[in-house]
């Protein structure tokens, strides 16, 4: 097996059982590509209505195989939702609750990338951890760490041994093309790949550092702004939430703060997006030329969303479906014509995608793991979720107060812990959540019932009380 020293670079039934088995020789192993934006929300991707944004390579995976609709985060921010990708689990569960934690030993065992090397998988990992400051690079077969050895962020402009500034997202391409020269020929592979792109570079103001050669992309375009940026939306935010020292509304006000802002950042986050859809393209192609498309197995997902001004805010961490969905896309070039471009309606959430991807493999899933087999779930082989846990505890009021609650595919019932403040939102019929029902006559039964099922589920997911009052808040 060869070993590659790190960079160190700063609602039809599918057949799901084709999602993970080549047709040709099932006795074949899949070769496996997961793809990791970072804040790419469900709504950034041409393939989900998006009418600006441009992702060919993107839109066309989702055609040619299952675009998942409605994808949810179990806790919206960085390290705690790559937790959750690699391990299954719920953060109650990892216990990763800020940047400075490493999954210990025994946890990152039982994640999908040593469990597939210790079936036969040669492992890699290009760009973003995210999760601790020791990451585990000497486990993986080739190593290309964007962080600078989990230093929390990779910087968007690194310098290479010649001296040449280079973008992060190019970086992260060119290790894919290394990583499929070294390894595409050499038995099944698994390879993570996770970008910065299109989160913003953290300063004051935060920045969206973009590549030079997407400098004009839609520039001759006018970014409408969402319903919920009219500022009667963020006034009616209680007193606790409504301050500066909000995360939220601090990047907002580097962002979008203005209307002039608001239209270059949101491009700009927009070209960044199409700056990693050029890599999969490239990536694509590769694979093709190598002749190992027929058997690669793709899959790409956002750790979780983005305010690009809704409710006069910046960020993720809250409860509201800008935040929590995020795209998820599951592409094999071996499906047959009859199940392309089927849009997958149940609830997918990001603690599915390990054992999904052992399942994939033909790889036990471990009891660990809390998410479910998606190729099960579409297939109709296991009930249809109606509802899951949400969960943030990172920093806690004033910076980003703390929230709990459950979400279904109509409603969002959420609770701020610290103050007891509820938010009931019916989406179906109010999609950009403008409207606090909890006081609302009509909505009594309904209000009532989910505050059992949240307290259910809180007994189940959530960390007790006396936790999360000491849970870390020194980032």
Not at 165 to 187: E, R
Request: charged share 25%; proline share 7%.
């Amino acid at each position: 097996m060869k070993n590659i020293t790190s960079l160190m670079i700063g609602c039809s039934m599918l057949p799901g059982s084709l999602l993970g088995k080549p047709l040709k020789n099932q006795n074949i192993k899949p070769n496996i590509i997961f793809i990791l934006t970072d804040d790419q929300r469900w709504d950034a991707l041409g393939a989900m209505g998006n009418p600006i944004i441009q992702t060919p390579n993107m839109d066309k995976l989702a055609t040619a195989g299952v675009l998942f609709q409605n994808t949810f985060v179990t806790t919206a921010i960085c390290c705690v939702s790559r937790a959750s990708i690699l391990t299954g689990q719920y953060e109650s569960h990892h216990k990763i609750d800020d940047f400075d934690t490493d999954l210990p030993t025994e946890t990152f065992e039982k994640t999908y990338p040593p469990l597939l090397k210790n079936a036969g998988y040669n492992i890699g990992f290009i760009g973003k951890f995210g999760i601790g400051h020791h990451p585990p690079g000497s486990v993986f077969d080739f190593w290309v760490d964007t962080e600078a050895g989990g230093k929390g962020q990779p910087n968007y402009i690194t310098t290479d041994n010649k001296g040449h500034k280079i973008h992060d997202t190019d970086t992260i391409g060119s290790a894919i093309q290394t990583f499929l020269n070294n390894f595409g020929g050499d038995g099944p592979f698994c390879l993570s790949v996770s970008f910065k792109a299109p989160h913003e570079q953290d300063g004051n103001p935060p920045k969206y550092i973009i590549q030079p050669k997407y400098k004009d992309y839609y520039k001759d375009v006018t970014i409408p702004q969402p319903v919920t940026a009219n500022p009667i939306y963020w006034n009616k935010f209680p007193d606790f939430f409504r301050t500066d020292t909000n995360f939220a509304r601090a990047r907002w006000k580097g962002l979008f703060g203005t209307p002039e802002l608001y239209q270059e950042n949101v491009k700009n986050y927009y070209r960044l997006i199409t700056g990693v859809d050029d890599v999969i393209g490239e990536m694509m192609e590769k694979l093709k030329n190598l002749g190992i498309a027929k058997n690669t197995i793709i899959i790409v997902m956002g750790d979780n969303g983005m305010f690009l001004e809704e409710h006069g805010m910046e960020g993720k961490w809250y409860g509201y479906e800008e935040s929590i969905r995020v795209p998820l896309l599951i592409y094999n070039s071996n499906l047959p014509d009859n199940v392309t471009q089927y849009r997958a309606p149940q609830i997918a959430l990001n603690i599915d995608i390990a054992p999904t991807i052992l399942s994939m493999a033909g790889v036990q899933i471990p009891k660990s793991m809390q998410g479910i087999n998606l190729i099960d779930l579409i297939e109709n082989k296991i009930p249809e979720r109606t509802d899951f846990f949400y969960q943030h505890y990172f920093l806690g009021s004033p910076r980003i107060p703390r929230e709990e609650g459950v979400v279904t595919k109509d409603f969002r019932y959420m609770n701020y812990i610290e103050h007891n403040y509820e938010e009931l939102f019916d989406i179906k019929h109010d999609p950009h959540e403008t409207m606090n029902l909890v006081n609302d006559a009509k909505y009594k039964l309904k209000l009532e019932e989910l505050k059992k099922r949240y307290k259910e589920l809180r007994e189940r997911y959530g960390v007790p009380s006396k936790e999360w009052m000491n849970i870390k808040s020194s980032f």
